[in-house]
């Protein structure tokens, strides 16, 4: 545990590393122990504490389990204030309605909200007081409040595992835009820069007719037991996807071939359009 955060670099940055866990005024060192290694299950990494009673200890340690480097790299602060001052969001956690009121989110939209601004500066997530969670006065520090629906018979969650909720939802709001942005990578062409049209269909077929008369002529394709040999080159031309030139080349490779099988004595080239 340290007052500053570690400069050790991570392997791969990740928009996940600008979401701040905050935990005000944590009574038992054990539950900070298990917010660490709920952080880190979802793949959160810092932590800050802003006065937490009887931390830094041991509990605190072997609840971690094996997410002991967050807190190792923990900061601990005097205010929130101090604890949120860089953030450019900060969403507070409310189990209750107030009287004045406040944007109110779900996890799941708080989330998919905060997501987007993590390229632009960090974003505060605010936990407070096992017993009784944050003051008003500490709420108003916030831009959005978020309050987990619970089942109204029995809506007491402990510390870690609304951190838990949270951080899930986060990850599940950075999983998807790892999807779109995949998706968008497939969806862009990948020829529009090319330097000739693709091939037509019908230049295509005629393609296969001469690649089809020429193996022919040179013994290879065997009209008595064709097999499947016609269907296997259509389909890997046709998977390759050759521009006008490429079929071109291609079909003066045929016609060269052709002619040193007349050369060599072998049967005349059968007619084919050589449009």
């Not at 955060?5 to 928009?15: E, F, G, L, M």
């Not at 905060?114 to 390229?119: C, D, F, I, V």
């Not at 490779?253 to 060599?264: C, D, F, G, N």
């Amino acid at each position: 545990m340290t007052d500053t955060p570690s400069n050790t670099p991570s392997s791969t940055p990740s928009p996940l590393d600008n979401v701040r866990i905050v935990l005000v005024n944590t009574t038992h060192p054990g539950n900070i122990g298990a917010v660490a290694r709920a952080m880190k299950n979802m793949g959160l990494s810092k932590l800050y504490l802003v006065e937490p009673k009887n931390y830094p200890d041991e509990v605190a340690y072997y609840r971690a389990v094996s997410a002991q480097d967050v807190l190792n790299d923990a900061v601990i602060t005097s205010t929130l204030e101090e604890a949120i001052a860089d953030c450019g969001l900060v969403v507070g956690t409310s189990a209750r309605g107030r009287r004045i009121p406040w944007p109110l989110l779900n996890p799941r939209t708080c989330a998919e909200q905060a997501y987007p601004e993590l390229s632009q500066h960090p974003v505060a997530i605010v936990f407070g007081r096992e017993d009784r969670g944050l003051t008003n006065d500490e709420l108003q520090c916030c831009n959005l409040h978020v309050h987990i629906p619970t089942n109204e018979d029995y809506s007491s969650l402990n510390l870690a595992m609304a951190v838990q909720v949270l951080s899930y939802e986060m990850r599940m709001a950075h999983l998807s835009a790892d999807e779109q942005r995949q998706a968008e990578m497939l969806s862009t062409d990948p020829m529009k820069e090319w330097d000739a049209p693709l091939s037509k269909s019908a230049d295509m077929e005629r393609f296969f007719v001469h690649l089809e008369s020429t193996l022919r002529n040179m013994g290879f394709l065997k009209p008595s037991a064709p097999k499947q040999l016609m269907t296997r080159l259509r389909r890997l031309f046709t998977r390759t996807r050759m521009d006008e030139l490429e079929v071109n080349m291609m079909r003066g490779v045929l016609t060269s071939a052709q002619r040193w099988v007349e050369k060599a004595g072998g049967p005349e080239p059968e007619n084919q359009d050589k449009s």
